[in-house]
C-alpha cells in the first residue's frame, strides 16, 4: 500500500529533492499535502506534479494566487499559519520537515501528533526547541529520522551497537568555500562569494552557514540532541570531498562510518522508509575513481561561529536557542549587504553574553523556547541598528 507523506517547505531545495525521489516511486507514496512560504505559483505546480491533497502557503497574501492556480485540479488550498499548520497535522506516514530556519518549529513540532515518522531536515527546530522539541516527540510517540546528511549517515553507523558503548561520534565539514581563503580575505568576501558552495546546492541561509561553519556547530547541538551524546562524545573533522558524512567510533576502537555520494536524495530516501531501503537510481560511489580521500581540524581562529555553537553546547541551558536565533537576525543582515562576514560571529557572541549573565534554563516546551527566540532576536535586530561600526 502507498505510504502517505506531507512535505513541509516542498518548494525549497530539500522539497525539490524529495520531490525526486518520490517521482521515481510514483506507487509507492501518496502525497497528502505539500507546505511552501511564499511563491504560490511554485507551490502550486509541485502539489499538481505530486498530485496532493492540500497545499498550504504561509504567506496569507499569496492565498488567492495560489487557489487560482490550483482551480479545476480539485486540490484543495489554504494560506497563513493555521493552514500550514493544518497542512502539517493532517493524518500522514511520513512528514518530511524541511522549511528553512526557525520558522520551521511550530509547524514540525504541530507534525509530531500524528504520531507517525518525521523526516526531519529542519535542524534548527532542534537546536532552537532541543530537548523540549524530543520530549514531545516521544510523548506522541513520533520517530524522528535524521534526513541531514551527517546525522543520516551517523543514524546508520550507530546501529552498530549500544549508545554507552560511543566513545567519539563525528560529523564532516566540506570546509565550505573559504576553507582555505586567508582570514583578510574572508573578512571581505561578500554574500555572493559566501554562497558558492564548492559541494552542496542548497538553500540560502544553510549556505551561510556553511560558509561560516556554523552550519557544522548547529549540527552537533542536533546530534546531542537527536543521539543523546554530550558534547564530549562530539567531534567535527573537514573533509572537504564530502563522502564520509559521519564516524562512529566505539570503546573497542572499531570505527563504523556512513559514506555516501553528495546527494541529498540519498538521506532523504533513506529517512522515508529506513531500514526496507528504497532502490535509488542514482551513480554509486567509486572509491577507486575518487582516488584519495582527505581530512583536516576545522580552523576555529577563521571560523569563530563553530567555537561559538561548541561554548553554546557545553552551556546548554537557553544557550543554544539565543545562538540560533541571533545568528539567523546575522545571516540576515550579512545576506543583505548590511554587515560583514565576520560581524555574524561578533553579533552572535555579544548577543549569547549578555543572555548568559541571566542564567537562563533550558526551554521547557516549544512555546518557552519560541519566546526565548524572539527576545534573543530582538537583542540582535537592536544591536545591529545601534549602528556600531565595528560590525560593519
Ligand atoms: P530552502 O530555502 O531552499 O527552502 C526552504 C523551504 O521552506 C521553501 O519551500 C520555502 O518556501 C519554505 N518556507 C520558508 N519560510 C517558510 C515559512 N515561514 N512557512 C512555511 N514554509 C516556509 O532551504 P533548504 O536548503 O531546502 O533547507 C531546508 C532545511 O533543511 C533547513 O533547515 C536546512 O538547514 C536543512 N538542510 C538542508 C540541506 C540542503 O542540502 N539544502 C541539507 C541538510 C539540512
Ligand atoms: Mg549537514
Given amino acids: 500500500m502507498a505510504h502517505s507523506i506531507?512535505?513541509?517547505?516542498?518548494?525549497?531545495?530539500?522539497?525539490?529533492?524529495?520531490?525526486?525521489?518520490?517521482?521515481?516511486?510514483r506507487e509507492e507514496f501518496r502525497v497528502e499535502a505539500v507546505v511552501g512560504g511564499r511563491d504560490a505559483l511554485a507551490l502550486a505546480n509541485v502539489a499538481r506534479r505530486l498530485g496532493a491533497s492540500f497545499a498550504a502557503l504561509a504567506d496569507e497574501g499569496g492565498g488567492g494566487a495560489l487557489k487560482e492556480a490550483l482551480s479545476g485540479t480539485g486540490i484543495q488550498s489554504g494560506a497563513g499559519l493555521p493552514a500550514v499548520l493544518e497542512a502539517a497535522e493532517r493524518q500522514a506516514d511520513v512528514v518530511l520537515a524541511a522549511i528553512s530556519g526557525t520558522a520551521g518549529l511550530r509547524p514540525t513540532h504541530a507534525?509530531?501528533?500524528?504520531?507517525?515518522?518525521i523526516a526531519l531536515a529542519n535542524k534548527e527546530s532542534l537546536v532552537c526547541a532541543g530537548a523540549a522539541f524530543m520530549a514531545d516527540a516521544r510523548r506522541c510517540g513520533a520517530e524522528i529520522m535524521p534526513v541531514d546528511s551527517e546525522h543520516n549517515a551517523l543514524n546508520q553507523a550507530l546501529a552498530a551497537g549500544r549508545n554507552g558503548d560511543v566513545e567519539k561520534a563525528v560529523i564532516t565539514a566540506t570546509g565550505g568555500p573559504f576553507r582555505t581563503w586567508p582570514r583578510e580575505r574572508i573578512a571581505a568576501a561578500s554574500a555572493k562569494e559566501a554562497s558558492a558552495h564548492p559541494v552542496w546546492s542548497m538553500g540560502s541561509k544553510i549556505n551561510i552557514d556553511s560558509a561560516t561553519l556554523m552550519n557544522k556547530g548547529l549540527e552537533l547541538i542536533e546530534a546531542h540532541h537527536l543521539f543523546d551524546l554530550g558534547p564530549e562524545r562530539l567531534d567535527v573533522l573537514v573533509h572537504p570531498e564530502a563522502i564520509v558524512h559521519g564516524l562512529v567510533q566505539w570503546r573497542d576502537g572499531a570505527v563504523t562510518a556512513g559514506l555516501a555520494l553528495p546527494d541529498m536524495k540519498v538521506p532523504i530516501a533513506n529517512a522515508l522508509r529506513h531500514r526496507e531501503r528504497l532502490p535509488m537510481d542514482l551513480p554509486r560511489l567509486d572509491l577507486a575513481a575518487i582516488g584519495r580521500l582527505s581530512f583536516e581540524r576545522p580552523d576555529e581562529a577563521r571560523f569563530p561561529c563553530l567555537s561559538l555553537a561548541k561554548a553554546a553546547l557545553q552551556a546548554g541551558g537557553a544557550i543554544p536557542t539565543i545562538l540560533n536565533a541571533a545568528n539567523e537576525i546575522a545571516v540576515?543582515?550579512?545576506?543583505?549587504?548590511?554587515?560583514?562576514?565576520?560581524?555574524?560571529?561578533?553579533?552572535?557572541?555579544?548577543?549569547?553574553?549578555?543572555?548568559?549573565?541571566?542564567?537562563?534554563?533550558?526551554?521547557?516546551?516549544v512555546s518557552d523556547a519560541l519566546a526565548i527566540d524572539e527576545e534573543a532576536r530582538a537583542a540582535a535586530r537592536q544591536l545591529l541598528a545601534s549602528a556600531d561600526s565595528t560590525l560593519r
Avoid: N, W
Wanted: charged letters at 15%.
Fill in 6 to 25: 506531507t512535505i513541509l517547505g516542498a518548494t525549497g531545495s530539500i522539497g525539490r529533492s524529495t520531490e525526486d525521489v518520490i517521482l521515481a516511486h
Fill in 111 to 117: 507534525a509530531l501528533k500524528s504520531g507517525g515518522r
Fill in 332 to 365: 540576515g543582515a550579512y545576506m543583505a549587504g548590511q554587515i560583514g562576514f565576520y560581524a555574524i560571529s561578533e553579533v552572535v557572541e555579544r548577543v549569547c553574553s549578555t543572555f548568559s549573565r541571566g542564567g537562563l534554563d533550558a526551554p521547557s516546551s
